[in-house]
């Protein structure tokens, strides 16, 4: 076995993907793949609409990542023999009021300024791209080039590629062999080894529990909890995914409607609370008040994986062949790509490209020496 990955999430599933491209014979254990957070997530591709003032660096490389996203999906696709979900809707941010027409003015500024294409609108602009939208509406923002994917299309086309290209995938939980500094290997719960020299920890927010994993390499990732409604019913209702100042709603084209998020702070809890469900359709029907004829087929919550500065942690640990790979926190699906490349890459033997330094999990060390 030349190199296993430990997690079967969006993460895991696409270095999995891509180093078995490489001609590499890759192993990936979860008990349940695709089960976690990359099953509840919404899918959305956004890096123009989701970036935030201060991380002009994490917004160049989520850049980068969503511009990979045509090709990997085609090639994708290609192995897997079916659809992955994705498509290119753009994002139109709205404001309700005086203040959210201030703070989308500031946003679009901010935009402009790193170069970004968006597109100011006004009242009737707003509302002549999107008739649905609420009467109220005081304006928008068009990001043409945010888009999406499907994750209950992209994982199972995920897995089946992998299937296709000869990745065993064991339904198991998974411990980190180590002997003196050097990865030997993983265990199942079965009692089964796996004899590799190189493991990609790509758990999310499991990630710091697995077991095996040297003191010094567990990182420091935490479940962010999100909860999240699915609906269908009116395929016509909106073309683009709608964001507000807390609410986002996501069309899939066939009637399906996604609305999200929270971020909430609550441990690894993943109940779905009545207060979050209300509060998300009520902030959604001021957007769109047509959402309120919609049929609620799902209400449930995922974890995401969050990191101390919410950037990904990609790259070497102290232990010799093992590579981390977590903490994409809100992005997995839009980061996918470019961390599948780069971990891909390394376990073929080559070096971590320049532009994903800034993931490197030594930041993090780096910081724990000092304060020692």
Known sequence: ??????????????????????????????????????????????????????????????????????????????????????????????????????????????????????????SSQTRELEPALAPSIRGGMLVESDHQIDPRAMVPTLLQACSRLGVQIHRSRASLLVDRGRVTGVGLASGERLDTSKVVLAAGCWAGVVSGVPAEDVPPVRPVKGQILRLRGAPEMIARTIRGESVYILPRGDGRVVIGGTVEERGFDTSVIAGAVYGLLREARALLPDVAELELVEASAGLRPGSPDNMPMVGDSTTEGL????????????????TADAVAGVLAGGRWPEATQPWSPARFRRTAEVSA
């Not at 190199?3 to 008990?31: C, E, Q, T, Y």
């Open 1 to 122: 076995m030349d190199a296993a990955v430990i997690g079967g999430g969006v993460i895991g599933l696409s270095v999995a993907w891509r180093a078995a491209r490489a001609g590499l014979r890759v192993a990936v254990i979860d008990p349940d793949p695709g089960s976690g957070a990359s099953h509840f997530a919404a899918g959305m591709i956004a890096p123009v609409g989701e970036a935030e003032f201060g991380e002009e660096a994490v917004v160049a490389l989520n850049c980068d990542s969503a511009a990979r996203y045509p090709s990997f999906i085609a090639e994708l696709e290609l192995d897997a023999g079916r659809s992955a979900g994705y498509r290119q809707t753009g994002t139109l941010h709205v404001a309700v009021d005086g203040d959210e027409q201030a703070a989308l003015e500031r946003q679009f500024r901010f935009r402009q300024h790193l170069g970004l294409a968006v597109e100011r609108l006004t």
């Open 323 to 338: 590579i981390v790979a977590t903490g994409h926190f809100r992005n997995g699906y839009l980061l996918a790509p470019a």
